[in-house]
């Protein structure tokens, strides 16, 4: 009987890399496609972790915790190293926090709510502001924004944020680049139906924020925005904003928008990984319909394997429209500046960040779309 943690481990296929838990790891879920059918959860069970088997799991998979901060721990030292050999141009890592925002305000009072940490070679956090932050604004040195998805905590921003920046690491070398992390009240909220559409209803919110942050930023600074799950959908709600649209009510001041859409105030590369927002919301005339305007290129995966993705036609109805990291964009004619990428046989099923952030469609093309490359490589 000693053995058979080990063998579940082992079934189960856990990969702290690919389809493990976040590695900040106060629970270890391990791939659900590789269970037996008694003990599958279901959709809702798998998004609210409510299911049973899912908790009894956790029970046996301790020890695969443990490995998780064993990985934590690792990875935080190869950056460090990797910091240290490039001396005083590397990269520097950012975490900016809208959860203590309280409740909606203008455009000024939202961003001077927003919190500041740098992570520094060991991982640790120390606080910042905004000063700070923007007395680093170089045209030289692109910035690199990653916003997470929903269902994550706040230490589990920093090590989805983590991931990601090693993966762009691993592909542009020792050029220097600033990463932030965009940490958005996207917590697990549990015993509640409606959370991932109040969640929804947050990434209008958060649009706006990303929106009025940006426009914060040094003119002739390059802009990368990358995103997973619902982070696709507040990138793409937050340059339509910029583009002179109005999100939920909202709108930009008129100046914004004019030095926005005037000039294209800074150049802007996007990577919509996963995207949870409608496959046609990106055209013209809809919802982001002036996203692209702003957008030098637009990378968009598409995996119509993914099962969480085809679950979100039910988000608001039974037939609700499909995904855009389901599907691909709809509606867009012959767009110049969007590039879509199959990711099905890299990423499968799972709607994992680690599968999409990983997968080598994406990962040849990170050095291009965060202007450290003017060339795409080939996959």
Same mark, same amino acid.
């Given at each position: 009987?000693?053995?058979?943690?080990?063998?579940?481990?082992?079934?189960?296929?856990? !990969?702290? &890399?690919?389809?493990?838990?976040?590695?900040?790891?106060? /629970?270890?879920?391990?791939? %659900?496609?590789?269970? %037996?059918?008694?003990?599958?959860?279901? &959709?809702?069970?798998?998004?609210?972790?409510?299911?049973?088997?899912?908790?009894?799991?956790?029970?046996?998979?301790?020890?695969?915790?443990?490995? +998780?901060?064993?990985? /934590?721990?690792?990875?935080?030292?190869?950056?460090?190293?990797?910091?240290?050999?490039?001396?005083? $141009?590397?990269?520097?890592?950012?975490?900016?926090?809208?959860?203590?925002? !309280?409740?909606?305000?203008? +455009?000024?009072?939202?961003?001077?709510?927003?919190?500041?940490? #740098?992570?520094?070679?060991?991982? $640790?956090?120390? %606080? +910042? !502001?905004?000063?700070? &932050?923007?007395?680093?604004?170089?045209?030289?040195?692109?910035?690199?924004?990653?916003? @997470?998805?929903?269902? /994550?905590?706040?230490? *589990?921003?920093? /090590?989805?944020?983590?991931?990601?920046?090693?993966?762009?690491?691993?592909?542009?070398?020792?050029?220097? &680049?600033?990463?932030?992390?965009?940490?958005?009240?996207?917590?697990?909220?549990?015993?509640?139906?409606?959370?991932?559409?109040?969640?929804?209803?947050?990434?209008?919110? *958060?649009?706006?924020?990303?929106?009025?942050?940006?426009?914060?930023?040094?003119?002739?600074?390059?802009?990368?925005?990358?995103?997973?799950?619902?982070?696709?959908?507040?990138?793409?709600? +937050?340059?339509?904003?910029?583009?002179?649209? *109005?999100?939920?009510? #909202?709108?930009?001041?008129?100046?914004?928008?004019?030095?926005?859409?005037?000039?294209?105030?800074?150049?802007?590369?996007?990577?919509?990984?996963?995207?949870?927002?409608?496959?046609?919301?990106?055209?013209?005339?809809?919802?982001?319909?002036?996203?692209?305007?702003?957008?030098?290129?637009?990378?968009?995966?598409?995996? =119509?394997? $993914? #099962?969480?993705?085809?679950?979100?036609?039910?988000?608001?109805?039974? @037939?609700?429209?499909?995904?855009?990291?389901?599907?691909?964009?709809?509606?867009? $004619?012959?767009?110049?500046?969007? =590039?879509?990428?199959?990711?099905?046989?890299?990423?499968?099923?799972? @709607? !994992?960040?680690?599968?999409?952030?990983?997968?080598?469609?994406?990962?040849? #093309?990170?050095?291009?779309?965060?202007?450290? *490359?003017?060339? %795409?490589?080939?996959?």
């Amino acid at each position: 009987m000693q053995t058979q943690p080990t063998n579940f481990l082992r079934n189960a296929h856990v !990969d702290i &890399f690919h389809r493990g838990a976040p590695i900040s790891g106060y /629970t270890c879920l391990c791939n %659900p496609h590789s269970l %037996p059918p008694s003990r599958k959860p279901r &959709f809702g069970q798998m998004l609210m972790g409510t299911d049973r088997s899912m908790r009894g799991m956790r029970c046996h998979l301790s020890r695969a915790v443990a490995i +998780a901060h064993v990985a /934590t721990r690792l990875l935080l030292v190869i950056l460090s190293l990797q910091a240290v050999a490039v001396g005083a $141009d590397a990269p520097r890592i950012w975490l900016l926090s809208t959860r203590c925002v !309280d409740g909606f305000r203008n +455009a000024r009072d939202a961003t001077a709510q927003i919190e500041y940490w #740098r992570i520094g070679q060991c991982g $640790d956090q120390q %606080p +910042a !502001d905004a000063e700070e &932050f923007r007395s680093c604004d170089s045209v030289e040195m692109p910035t690199v924004v990653f916003v @997470h998805g929903n269902n /994550t905590a706040a230490s *589990e921003a920093v /090590t989805k944020g983590l991931y990601v920046y090693a993966s762009i690491c691993s592909q542009v070398g020792d050029k220097p &680049f600033r990463f932030v992390i965009w940490s958005w009240p996207a917590d697990r909220l549990r015993r509640i139906a409606g959370n991932t559409r109040m969640k929804a209803v947050q990434c209008d919110v *958060e649009s706006y924020y990303l929106a009025a942050w940006l426009d914060g930023l040094r003119p002739g600074t390059k802009v990368c925005l990358v995103g997973h799950s619902f982070g696709p959908r507040i990138i793409a709600g +937050a340059l339509h904003l910029l583009g002179g649209g *109005e999100l939920a009510c #909202r709108r930009l001041p008129e100046k914004t928008v004019a030095a926005w859409a005037g000039g294209k105030r800074n150049p802007l590369r996007a990577v919509l990984l996963a995207g949870a927002l409608d496959a046609d919301w990106l055209a013209a005339g809809s919802r982001n319909g002036r996203a692209l305007s702003l957008s030098d290129q637009v990378l968009i995966t598409c995996n =119509e394997g $993914d #099962r969480v993705l085809r679950w979100y036609p039910h988000l608001w109805s039974r @037939h609700g429209p499909q995904a855009l990291g389901l599907v691909g964009p709809c509606g867009l $004619d012959a767009a110049d500046n969007v =590039e879509v990428v199959d990711v099905r046989g890299a990423v499968g099923r799972i @709607h !994992d960040w680690r599968g999409y952030a990983s997968a080598s469609e994406v990962c040849c #093309r990170w050095a291009h779309y965060t202007f450290l *490359e003017e060339t %795409p490589s080939p996959p």
